[in-house]
């Protein structure tokens, strides 16, 4: 009875364990769609990372300047001994002392309000880095899965190009061998057959790099093949006029958004005259909490305060230097901001003409790709009449193959172009989705 216990045991397991692989294989085999891609690269794509990183350095130090205006609070504690002479004694004396106070620089040739109006400029700057690195992350990982999905899409019309040249060869070869064709025929199918064989080859190698590509930003395990599914394209206004397009790109291009900012702080960071060259005004509390001094001496303070005004001028032509350096920095950001601004708007010109070629081919190759499965179809029953030659029929095959090739191509280099655009339009991330709370 024990014993079949067990076996029925042993048997509840294995048939648990198998069902867990079973479900393991499915759910390892269901096809990426592009939203759960994102989510998965996104979390852990390193320059996304570093931006978010970057930006939460930047606001801290941002708190650090802001709490540059506000005073410092202490307190100072004295415990000592000295030997004081008071003719004609001479006193040993013992000090316990405790005393709070208040410092705050009131007047540092206001480049305090300049470094924290900088600072500002510094954060937006930062987080308009993230909001570029989370937009190119997306074109990153939509352009690695549309490039799987290509290759999917024309590994599958390649197995079935290969499928319909084996039948023909087998076919050609079995006529061959009952003398109703010549060898030469028997040669060519098979000739096609071996040409059809490497195309596939070559394209399962590049659907084979592609996954590997995909698998990496997944974060997927060494040698995983994922699947893709299908995705839409990301919708773009072809019709917008280019000065319209370039007002957009101004207002949501991080790109473009942060070299404007770093621009603003540089210049804010430059003064009419060096605050060097200006007083320093300091308000100074003091307010003591005890005082052990044995034997006392004649006068001891209570509290006090004091407003010091220090004017110290350097002399070795420092701060001259320091403002040329800062003009010099803003006239670099301003040289990166027109880079920015011609790069922008040559890659967008670029791909919107791009875009505009690919959508008016699309509806012209998915005709021809018709029109090619009816002319395959009939010049099948026309070699089947024998009004149509092998070669013939084989050269239809291989035509229809390159059309169908120019067409999945086309789409591909359509989905390129339409996720550049919308990249540097600065708003990819918010139409996938992924765009972070508080960023535009």
């Known amino acids: 009875m024990a014993r079949r216990v067990l076996v029925a045991a042993a048997l509840c ?19 990426w769609t592009l939203p759960r891609a994102l989510d998965q690269a996104l979390a852990r794509d390193a320059r996304v990372a570093g931006a978010r990183a970057n930006a939460q350095a930047v606001r801290a130090q941002q708190r650090q300047a802001d709490g540059r205006l506000w005073p410092s609070a202490g307190v100072r504690l004295t415990h000592g001994r000295s030997s004081d002479r008071d003719p004609p004694f001479v006193l040993e004396r013992t000090t316990r002392r405790g005393e709070a106070f208040v410092r705050w620089n009131l007047f540092n040739g206001l480049e305090d309000q300049r470094q924290i109006a900088a600072q500002g400029f510094d954060a937006i700057a930062a987080e308009a880095d993230l909001l570029q690195a989370l937009d190119e992350a997306c074109e990153r990982i939509a352009a690695a899965y549309y490039t799987l999905l290509r290759q999917q899409h024309l590994a599958g019309l390649a197995r079935e190009r290969l499928r319909e040249v084996e039948r023909l060869a087998a076919r050609v070869a079995s006529q061959a061998a009952l003398g109703k064709t010549s060898d030469a025929d028997a040669q060519l199918a098979d000739a096609s057959r071996i040409d059809a064989q490497l195309a596939l080859q070559g394209i399962e190698a590049e659907r084979r790099a592609a996954q590997a590509r995909l698998s990496v930003l997944l974060g997927l395990a060494q040698g995983a093949a994922p699947r893709v599914a299908d995705a839409p394209l990301p919708p773009i206004d072809a019709g917008l006029d280019l000065q319209a397009w370039a007002g957009q790109a101004e207002r949501q291009n991080g790109q473009w958004l942060a070299a404007a900012a770093r621009v603003a702080g540089a210049r804010r960071r430059m003064a009419g005259i060096a605050p060097e060259y200006l007083p320093r005004l300091d308000l100074d509390l003091r307010r003591s909490l005890y005082d052990r001094t044995d034997p ?45 601004r011609d790069e922008v708007q040559a890659d967008a010109g670029a791909a919107r003409e791009q875009a505009r070629q690919t959508a008016s081919a699309a509806p012209q190759l998915a005709q021809q790709r018709q029109r090619w499965e009816l002319v395959v179809r009939a010049s099948e029953l026309q070699f089947d009449a024998g009004r149509r030659s092998l070669m013939q029929l084989i050269d239809q095959y291989d035509r229809r193959f390159g059309v169908q090739q120019r067409d999945i191509d086309n789409a591909w280099q359509q989905a390129e172009a339409h996720l550049r655009l919308r990249r540097l339009a600065g708003d990819l991330a918010e139409w996938f989705g992924v765009l972070e709370s508080g960023g535009r």
């Open 296 to 340: 006392q001496p004649t006068t001891a303070q209570r509290h006090g305060w004091s407003v010091g005004v220090t004017w110290e001028v350097p002399l070795g032509g420092a701060p001259r230097a320091r403002q040329d350096e800062l003009r010099a920095r803003a006239e670099l950001a301003e040289a990166e901001l027109q880079r920015v």
């Open 13 to 31: 397991l294995a048939w648990l364990a198998g069902t867990a692989m079973a479900q393991a294989e499915v759910q390892a085999e269901a096809a």
